[in-house]
């Protein structure tokens, strides 16, 4: 009888699931990111849940999710807002106390799971903000400004992401672009980084950095208001100052090559080689296309006033 009963609660105690080594809700959005998510997920284990939140992927995306127990959910966007990861926030029954939002291409370390463990007990915070070490084309980059941080883990119910621009389509990405996480609360700043391989190739990263001029074009045309809820502000914190620098800077005739020259001049991107050299152009070619695209829209807008008046 002893044997039986002892059988019984082992057998018990063997159905209980183990309590995950990090209890937070991980939201990925993703869209055709075979080439990067596996490498994603599985520096995830032990995450509580996570959601991979797909635009339709025509690759392999979808079955690698699945493989590695990850949550499939469907985007359709139709324009405006929310977009991608606000929905997601909105919408999902995220089971834990905590939310993380991961690209399919950065990668968690032992060292940052360890330290975000240790975080998480910590009661007098509602958010951290997470470093993000960049990978391009193979390569760290240690210089060239391209080094920056993200509100990427926060209390369920306490951060929502900024709506600069209500105004958006498909042809600005369906997801946040230089939007950032407000949290209502206290946040702090985590020691160890992210990995971010930010381009495995080039012919992606100018399809995506075109969608990013579109909506940053709109973005620049209209004034700073109430939608920015981030101010700009020379000594703020980075995501101000970042924001203060662009607004002031497409002012100014030539501003691309002086964005490149402050990259890769005075911010020494020349030290990290030929990736450097061209994250730093590429920096400033996008700048370049923002502003032709402001051109356009202000063309386009003085011809519809001529029309109208005519």
């Given at each position: 009888?002893?044997?039986?009963?002892?059988?019984?609660?082992?057998?018990?105690s063997?159905?209980?699931?183990?309590?995950?080594?990090?209890?937070?809700?991980?939201?990925?959005?993703?869209?055709?990111?075979?080439?990067?998510?596996?490498?994603?997920?599985?520096?995830?284990?032990?995450?509580?849940e996570?959601?991979?939140?797909?635009?339709?992927?025509t690759?392999e995306?979808?079955?690698?999710?699945?493989?590695?127990?990850?949550?499939?959910?469907?985007?359709?966007?139709?324009?405006?807002?929310?977009?991608?990861?606000?929905?997601?926030?909105?919408?999902?029954?995220?089971?834990?106390?905590?939310?993380?939002?991961?690209?399919?291409?950065e990668?968690?370390?032992?060292?940052?799971?360890?330290?975000?463990?240790?975080?998480?007990?910590?009661?007098?915070?509602?958010?951290?903000?997470?470093?993000?070490?960049?990978?391009?084309?193979?390569?760290?980059?240690?210089?060239?400004?391209?080094?920056?941080?993200?509100?990427?883990?926060?209390?369920?119910?306490?951060?929502?992401?900024?709506?600069?621009?209500?105004?958006?389509?498909?042809?600005?990405?369906?997801?946040?672009?230089?939007?950032?996480?407000?949290?209502?609360?206290?946040?702090?700043?985590?020691?160890?980084?992210?990995?971010?391989?930010?381009?495995?190739?080039?012919?992606?990263?100018i399809?995506k950095?075109?969608?990013?001029?579109?909506?940053?074009?709109?973005?620049?045309?209209?004034?700073?208001?109430?939608?920015?809820?981030?101010?700009?502000?020379?000594?703020?914190?980075?995501?101000?100052?970042?924001?203060?620098?662009?607004?002031?800077?497409?002012?100014?005739?030539?501003?691309?090559?002086?964005?490149?020259?402050?990259?890769?001049?005075?911010?020494?991107?020349?030290?990290?080689?030929?990736?450097?050299?061209?994250?730093?152009?590429?920096?400033?070619?996008?700048?370049?296309?923002?502003?032709?695209?402001?051109?356009?829209?202000?063309?386009?807008?003085?011809r519809?006033?001529k029309?109208?008046r005519?």
């Open positions: 009888m002893d044997l039986i009963e002892t059988k019984s609660e082992t057998e018990a063997n159905s209980v699931p183990p309590a995950p080594v990090l209890p937070v809700s991980v939201i990925v959005p993703v869209r055709n990111e075979a080439r990067n998510l596996s490498r994603c997920l599985q520096s995830l284990a032990g995450a509580g996570v959601y991979v939140i797909d635009s339709q992927s690759d995306t979808v079955a690698l999710a699945e493989a590695h127990g990850a949550k499939v959910i469907q985007f359709y966007y139709s324009g405006g807002w929310p977009k991608k990861r606000q929905w997601a926030l909105d919408t999902l029954p995220l089971a834990c106390d905590w939310v993380l939002l991961l690209d399919a291409d990668v968690m370390t032992p060292e940052l799971l360890e330290e975000i463990r240790r975080a998480l007990k910590n009661p007098e915070m509602d958010g951290y903000a997470i470093r993000l070490q960049m990978y391009f084309l193979g390569r760290i980059l240690r210089h060239c400004d391209a080094s920056f941080w993200k509100l990427s883990l926060f209390r369920k119910g306490r951060g929502r992401f900024e709506c600069r621009l209500k105004d958006q389509d498909g042809s600005m990405a369906d997801i946040e672009i230089h939007e950032h996480v407000v949290v209502d609360g206290p946040t702090a700043e985590l020691r160890n980084s992210l990995v971010h391989h930010n381009a495995d190739s080039l012919s992606r990263y399809l950095h075109n969608e990013y001029s579109n909506w940053e074009a709109r973005v620049l045309l209209q004034p700073e208001g109430d939608s920015e809820e981030v101010k700009a502000n020379l000594f703020g914190k980075q995501a101000q100052r970042r924001r203060w620098l662009k607004r002031n800077l497409y002012r100014l005739p030539g501003s691309p090559v002086l964005l490149f020259l402050y990259r890769y001049i005075f911010r020494l991107g020349f030290l990290d080689g030929v990736p450097g050299l061209i994250y730093c152009a590429f920096q400033a070619v996008q700048m370049f296309h923002s502003k032709a695209k402001i051109y356009e829209l202000k063309h386009e807008l003085r519809e006033l029309t109208g005519n």
